[in-house]
T-cell receptor, first 114, second 112 residues
Framework: ETGVTQTPRHLVMGMTNKKSLKCEQH?????MYWYKQSAKKPLELMFVYSLEERVENNSVPSRFSPECPNSSHLFLHLHTLQPEDSALYLC?????????????FGQGTRLTVV | GESVGLHLPTLSVQEGDNSIINCAYS??????FIWYKQESGKGPQFIID?????DKRQGQRVTVLLNKTVKHLSLQIAATQPGDSAVYFC???????????FGKGTKLTVNP
């Protein structure tokens, strides 16, 4: 276990549904991240939160809405997704985003949009 | 386009052999590099990292080499074991973890 827990592990949703992904870190880190991992593509950084403030938003469509209520929890709210949004969504945390240190990843949520 | 890439998408080795996985990067200002291992159905797991003020760093059975002149990074795994079978990613960053840029990955298969 890496200390980063994601739920659910698998999610199938229709294009009109609204769902949320949850991430919790038990490492006392100050930064949390959402990444998207699609087949045969590099990991794509979606959002970065530092001390509960969003510091990075990599041109992600508004149908993805992050929320960071405290430094230990991160959510990704999903609505009106498209089939091409099917992917593995990974949450990660690190001690401090301003310093080059390793990020610890959760197991991911395998999302399928039908 | 992506700034980090890998020379080979797949690598197959015999158990007990040494493995070398290569990575090229294009941002000469990158100052932090990291290798991750991702097993099937799991998230990426940290293996080893290196900063730009170093050329080599060793861990348990793994060594990372950094050649800044040619912007090349490699991961060496000694005495490769079946449990090492996974996809290996390199990533680079300039200034902080929030700017980590990942390569596509190399799939390592260890044959018994």
């Amino acid at each position: 276990e890496t200390g980063v827990t994601q739920t659910p592990r698998h999610l199938v949703m229709g294009m009109t549904n609204k769902k949320s992904l949850k991430c919790e870190q038990h490492l006392g880190h100050n930064a949390m991240y959402w990444y998207k991992q699609s087949a045969k593509k590099p990991l794509e950084l979606m959002f970065v939160y530092s001390l509960e403030e969003r510091v990075e938003n990599n041109s992600v469509p508004s149908r993805f809405s992050p929320e960071c209520p405290n430094s230990s929890h991160l959510f990704l709210h999903l609505h009106t997704l498209q089939p091409e949004d099917s992917a593995l969504y990974l949450c990660a945390s690190s001690q401090d985003p301003g310093i080059g240190t390793e990020a610890f990843f959760g197991q991911g949520t395998r999302l399928t949009v039908v | 386009g992506e700034s980090v890439g890998l020379h080979l998408p797949t690598l197959s080795v015999q158990e007990g052999d040494n493995s070398i996985i290569n990575c090229a990067y294009s941002n000469s200002a990158s100052d932090y590099f990291i290798w991750y291992k991702q097993e099937s159905g799991k998230g990426p797991q940290f293996i080893i990292d290196i900063r730009s003020n170093m050329d080599k760093r060793q861990g348990q059975r793994v060594t990372v080499l950094l050649n800044k002149t040619v912007k090349h990074l490699s991961l060496q795994i000694a005495a490769t074991q079946p449990g090492d079978s996974a996809v290996y990613f390199c990533a680079e960053s300039q200034g902080g973890s929030e700017k980590l840029v990942f390569g596509k990955g190399t799939k390592l298969t260890v044959n018994p």
